[in-house]
């Protein structure tokens, strides 16, 4: 069984911190990998995708990849209270998957 | 604009009762999917279905079920064998480019037996 592993938290971060999201999975075969936002209420939003070790930065949010040890992060800098929110990480097996798997997320408070 | 459509955005459901939760996509995507989200939980994945006319049980499916006519259309039913159905529904379509997996959600049906 595939499996997605997230810290459940809470995070508490002070608002211009950086805030550091975990994701392990365990399909070794995986090809791609996202993390998703989701605010209180509402349905999960894109923020960010990963498919090639390193690091991939888009404004405040930088994503690292490290397959080796089957593990992807978030970074989000200056973190600000709009931020705050439950970050899902999300796994592609590829090979012609449509499917993603995803971790029971990351609830993150930006504290002003 | 493309997108997933849901409806209703709330629903009440007396014990014993079927309900049917729409979901609706204009982007040509073949796989749907139903989610269920209990709170401070992940999704759970109830059914998907990768073309019309054929659908998979994911890892909650019982008291569930599901219907794909059309490649546009996904409607999940949620029967009285379901006991415990209060959730947050959240219903997405896939595809894929070079690989890569793309995943839209709908804005999510909120049922709650009253």
């Known amino acids: 069984q595939k499996e997605v592993e997230q810290n459940s938290g809470p995070l508490s971060v002070p608002e211009g911190a950086i805030a550091s999201l975990n994701c392990t999975y365990s399909?070794?075969?995986?090809?791609?990998f996202f993390w998703y936002r989701q605010y209180s209420g509402k349905s999960p939003e894109l923020i960010m995708f990963?498919?090639?070790?390193g690091d991939k930065e888009d404004g405040r949010f930088t994503a690292q990849l490290n397959k080796a040890s089957q593990y992807v992060s978030l970074l989000i800098r200056d973190s600000q209270p709009s931020d705050s929110a439950t970050y899902l990480c999300a796994v592609s097996s590829g090979a012609g998957s449509y499917q993603l798997t995803f971790g029971k997320g990351t609830k993150l408070s930006v504290i002003p | 604009d493309g997108g997933i459509t849901q409806s209703p955005k709330y629903l009440f459901r007396k014990e014993g009762q079927n309900v049917t939760l729409s979901c609706e996509q204009n982007l040509n995507h073949d796989a749907m999917y139903w989610y269920r989200q209990d709170p401070g939980q992940g999704l759970r994945l109830i059914y998907y279905?990768?073309?019309?006319?054929?659908?998979q049980k994911g890892d909650i499916a019982e008291g569930y079920s599901v219907s794909r006519e059309k490649k546009e259309s996904f409607p999940l039913t949620v029967t009285s064998a379901q006991k415990n159905p209060t959730a947050f529904y959240l219903c997405?379509?896939?595809?894929?480019?070079?690989?890569?997996?793309?995943?839209?959600f709908g804005s999510g049906t909120r049922l709650t037996v009253v």
């Open positions: 990963i498919y090639s070790n």
């Open positions: 399909d070794r075969g995986s090809q791609s």
């Open positions: 279905s990768q073309i019309v006319n054929d659908f």
């Open positions: 997405a379509s896939s595809t894929t480019h070079r690989g890569l997996v793309g995943y839209t």
